[in-house]
């Protein structure tokens, strides 16, 4: 799959890329201390620029309207983006395929399964959100017909590699890129409810609070409804520490507890967590940063007295 939003993103759409990725996956310590390793596939859409595009073609989107030229502390090099060319309905099942074939091109490498990326202002949600979704036909216009792209995408990589390898994420309260909802409630029921026919491994959801890229804001809204229609593995994200992740799963609000930024500045968080010892501040400005590479591999590890 060709969706290059900006420079140093991976991708997993050409053979060289696969073998690429082998050593790391299957030679890596994820595998040889019993971990799992999921690869997140996703397509930006509009949130890239006709630079980092084939050709120097325009960037995909559900429409054809741009994002407000901005410069995000946590992203990279996308200052200006190009007005993104309308995806014509006949060319939807290619960009479905694409999506199957990264599927299939994941699990070549070793991965043991892979993550939809339905979030935050991407393609997926670029279709679902009827902020972005102007269209009116077999893909736009009612919540049902938003959502057939990203049902699609799942069903095609579930079909292709197995339901039980499949995972999505989903961000339906939030409005990255520019990328909200009217009834956020609606389409992420209607999004968990309609999951469970495909029988995928888990759906993975941002929660309410972190609606912008940031801190978390007080809500009244809740993941709960979606926790309570979705019959896999659900798993929350945004904004947990270990106290709030702890009580969320003892409440059985969710099944497993997503922890991005604390992991990447932590890489024993597990261990930390248990210790309940002080955590490493993670550097946002660093986030996103090419070599060389600061406050990103080299975050400490936690030394207990040996006393």
Known sequence: ???QRYPDTPGIWRKEQ??????????DAVHAKGGIFFCQIWHAGRVSNSSYQPNGQAPISSMDKPLTPQNQADDVDV?????PRRLRTDEIPQIVNDFRLAARNAIEAGFDG???????GYLVDQFLKDQVNDRTHEYGGSLEKRCRFALKVVEATADEIGADRVGIRLSPFASYMES????????GLYLAESLNKFGI??????????????EAHETPHSLVPMRKAFKG?????GGYDREDGNKAVAENRTDLVAYGRHFLANPDLPKRFELNAPLNKYIRETLYTSDPIISYTDYPFFKTSTR
């Open 180 to 187: 909200g909802d009217s009834n956020p409630e609606a389409l």
């Open 233 to 237: 593995t659900f798993i929350v994200a």
């Open 18 to 27: 696969v073998e690429a990725w082998r050593p790391i996956v299957i030679v």
């Open 114 to 120: 892979i993550e939809i990326h339905g979030a935050h």
């Open 1 to 3: 799959m060709y969706s």
């Open 201 to 214: 491994l888990y759906c993975h959801m941002v929660e309410p609070r972190m609606k912008t890229v940031g």
């Open 79 to 83: 200052a200006q983006f190009t007005t």
